[in-house]
């Protein structure tokens, strides 16, 4: 197949193009309109292959992404504003690329009869949920600009299905960690800043719960989606590893050996989900898995930013730092 992806510079776009290039044949368009979080390095020594291209270009560009799309198989859509406490000064950017982008995309590709289409989304769009875990067909009821735009666009990618029958497939994941996350998130934030002996900011009380994938279990996950999934049909993908903000700290303090002191609490974000939860069971049925334990994969994950400063620590102090300790993001 030859596949379209968008926002294949972004830290999950990124490990995905790596996925596929490597457990498949098929040909990899990445488009990308490299914004801060989008960085080419993340797909250092594939610019060589003959199997991938590059495009640098909006989402919102109609004229562009016909032009970039047209002879695709499929579209593979991670192009997102993703940062929940910049969406919550700058809602406008998320709804203008997270909305009206997404909805860019799927005009084109339904014009040009592209094959399929995956819109790749979150886990964030249900809300919060005290107890039990959310299935696919549960009521979208976000709280943030971001996870707002980004339920407008699952909105959108359904009524494309619905309408005019063209095939779409939703993907809503939980929180994905790994290699190339820009470091504004808190996995990411929390390593480099404990490597660097920095403070590492907690919101609140730091009991809010998530549940982690590691980033190459979710790629897995949506090429099964891609290859097998139902036109129409929305899945979740999550792993399982239900932690708490506290917990996940704990941890990663005793894989770098620092101290408890470290910790800095810093005000609760404005409108902060308490516990996130989704039912995977749905995905497993098209023969996926998790690949990775949680530890197995944290400790990947830590070694991989201990290895390759090269990589973040320019991030840090360049044109889009990340947030430090006044609005970090720990979703």
């Not at 190459?216 to 891609?226: F, G, H, K, S």
Request: one cysteine or more; hydrophobic letters at 35%; aromatic letters at 10%.
């Amino acid at each position: 197949m030859k596949l379209f992806i968008t926002g294949g510079a972004g830290f999950i776009g990124s490990n995905y193009v790596r996925w596929v290039l490597s457990h498949s044949d098929d040909e990899v368009t990445v488009y990308d309109k490299l914004t801060y979080a989008g960085n080419l390095e993340n797909l250092k020594g594939l610019d060589a292959g003959p199997r991938y291209r590059f495009v640098q270009g909006d989402i919102c560009d109609v004229r562009l992404v016909e032009e970039a799309l047209a002879g695709h198989d499929a579209v593979l859509n991670f192009a997102a504003e993703s940062h929940v406490d910049r969406s919550i000064l700058y809602a406008g950017e998320f709804v203008r690329t997270n909305v009206l982008g997404t909805n860019t995309l799927l005009d084109a590709a339904r014009r040009l009869s592209i094959g399929r289409f995956v819109h790749v989304s979150t886990d964030e769009t249900y809300g919060s949920i005290e107890s039990g875990s959310f299935r696919e067909e549960d009521p979208l009821t976000p709280s943030s600009a971001y996870s707002a735009s980004k339920a407008g666009a699952d909105l959108l990618a359904r009524s494309y299905w619905i309408t005019f029958g063209y095939p779409v497939l939703i993907t809503r994941s939980s929180n994905n960690f790994g290699p190339y996350q820009y470091p504004e998130k808190l996995i990411p934030l929390f390593v480099t800043n404990l490597l660097s002996d920095r403070p590492v900011p907690l919101y609140g009380d730091g009991l809010n719960v998530r549940d982690w994938i590691y980033v190459e279990d979710n790629c897995a996950a949506i090429d099964v989606v891609l290859r097998s999934g139902g036109a129409g049909e929305t899945y979740n993908i999550g792993a399982g590893n239900e932690l708490t903000n506290v917990e996940l700290t704990e941890r990663l303090l005793a894989m770098l050996g620092k101290p408890e002191s470290l910790v800095q609490p810093v005000e609760d974000r404005l409108g902060h989900d308490r516990r996130y939860s989704i039912d995977s069971s749905k995905v497993r049925t098209l023969g996926w898995d998790p690949a990775w334990s949680f530890d197995d994969a944290l400790a990947a994950t830590v070694d991989w930013y201990r290895e390759n400063r090269w990589w973040w620590e320019p991030l840090k102090t360049g044109a889009h730092p990340p947030s430090g300790l006044v609005v970090p993001d720990q979703d």
